[in-house]
Every structure is written in structure tokens, then in C-alpha cells.
């Protein structure tokens, strides 16, 4: 019997010690030690990859799209539609969020996707005005409609064969922070018109914010569309 207690204890000592041992390395030691590699080497990427406006304020990360609406006529009504500022440029759709419905505390966007397949909607194989209301086709139809009336002017008319693929479909995660160069420079006259500043001088900013594919390779050549915002804020005020 003495033998049996004696046993238990030592085991139950064992145990105490290996979870000590292991709570101090692997909840402490180890969450310290990646904590300050990153932050010595990856300071940036560790903490968000946080864009700062020039006041040094963080106006959101470059990871994570933002929308660049008007004010709504009732902000508590949530039926009412969204309007587009056109003086900024636009990201894609972000058909595939939703909101948070379960605990209504908390004002959160979920990320998703549509989970509409590439036909959906389609008539014979093609997106046509007759495609049913709330189909893909008929989201990218009404997008297609909308980017050419938004980024028409005067002296610049968009035709429905510039308006690329992104301009018109939300990504993956309805948070994509990139638009394509085609995308960002459809929109150059209307950003140069409504913010009253010359062509030339919105096509450059778009083209310093063009980054080109990783590696020379992998992906496609984007614009990420807080910074290309944030610095045509500078160029409005300057």
C-alpha cells in the first residue's frame, strides 16, 4: 500500500514538473523569443502591416481593402444602398462579406466569398440583362454598368470592353487591398476631375504605385488602393 502511494507520488511529482517545465518554455520562453525575432526583423509585418498617413497617424493596414463611400442619408437604415466617393479611388466589390448577425453587441464585416460558380446566372453559357436578379451575372453586369458611369467624363469615356475582370468581382475574401493597373487608371480622368487636379499628374501617382509581380514571377502587377489613396490626399493639399 505504502509502495502504491509512494508510486503515485513520484508520478504525480514527475507530472507536476514536466508541466512546469513545458508551460514555462512553450507559454513563455517561446512566445517571447518568436515575439522578438519578429519584431527585431519583421517589425512592420508583425504588428499589421500598419499604413501611416504623414501625421504619423495609422489609417488601416495594407492587407485589408477599404471602401471609399459617401455618408448614408440614414445611417441605422440598413437597406439603403451604398454610393461610391467618386474623388477617391475604388477598390473592388466586396460581394462576399457579411455582417455579423449572431451577436449583434459587436458591429463586425465577415469575409467570404460569393460561392457563386463563374456561370451562375448565365443564359446559354452567357451573363445577359436577362440574368435573375441576385445571380453573379447579374452582380457583375450591374457592376460593369456602374464603373462606366462612374468613371465617365466629359472628356473621357469608358468603354465596357476597358473595364476589367477586378473592377467588376469581389475577391476571394471580399478584402482584397489591390486593384489591377487597368482598374486604377480607368478611374485617373474622374479622380483628376473631381478632385480638380491635371491628368498627368493622377496617372503618375498611379504609376509610383504600381508594384510589379513578387519575385519578378509570382502573382500579377497591382495597386494597392489605401496608399494610392493616401497619396492623393497629399497631392489634393499640396
Not at 94 to 119: E, F, H, K, M, W
Amino acid at each position: 500500500m505504502n509502495n502504491s502511494v509512494g508510486n503515485a507520488a513520484r508520478l504525480l511529482g514527475a507530472g507536476l514538473r514536466a508541466l512546469i517545465v513545458l508551460t514555462v518554455i512553450c507559454g513563455v520562453l517561446y512566445p517571447l523569443a518568436v515575439t522578438g525575432i519578429a519584431q527585431a526583423l519583421f517589425n512592420d509585418k508583425a504588428n499589421g502591416s500598419e499604413i501611416k498617413d504623414k501625421s504619423g497617424q495609422v489609417v488601416g493596414s495594407s492587407l485589408i481593402g477599404q471602401t471609399y463611400n459617401l455618408p448614408k442619408n440614414d445611417p441605422n437604415d440598413a437597406e439603403e444602398a451604398t454610393r461610391p466617393d467618386l474623388k477617391w479611388f475604388q477598390p473592388r466589390p466586396s460581394n462576399g462579406l457579411g455582417s455579423n448577425s449572431v451577436n449583434t453587441q459587436y458591429s463586425l464585416i465577415l469575409s467570404g466569398a460569393t460561392n457563386r460558380s463563374a456561370d451562375n446566372g448565365a443564359v446559354n453559357g452567357q451573363c445577359t440583362k436577362d440574368a435573375e436578379e441576385g445571380t453573379l451575372c447579374a452582380q457583375v453586369l450591374a457592376a460593369k454598368e456602374a464603373v462606366i458611369a462612374d468613371n465617365s467624363t466629359a472628356g473621357h469615356q469608358v468603354e465596357p470592353e476597358d473595364v476589367p475582370a477586378d473592377a467588376v468581382t469581389s475577391s476571394g475574401s471580399g478584402l482584397d487591398p489591390n486593384i489591377s493597373p487597368e482598374y486604377a487608371k480607368i478611374q485617373v480622368p474622374r479622380v483628376a476631375e473631381q478632385n480638380k487636379l491635371d491628368v498627368k499628374q493622377v496617372d503618375k501617382l498611379v504609376a509610383d504605385h504600381t508594384k510589379g509581380r513578387t519575385l519578378g514571377f509570382m502573382g500579377e502587377p497591382r495597386v494597392n488602393v489605401l496608399e494610392l489613396n493616401i497619396a492623393l490626399k497629399a497631392l489634393s493639399k499640396s
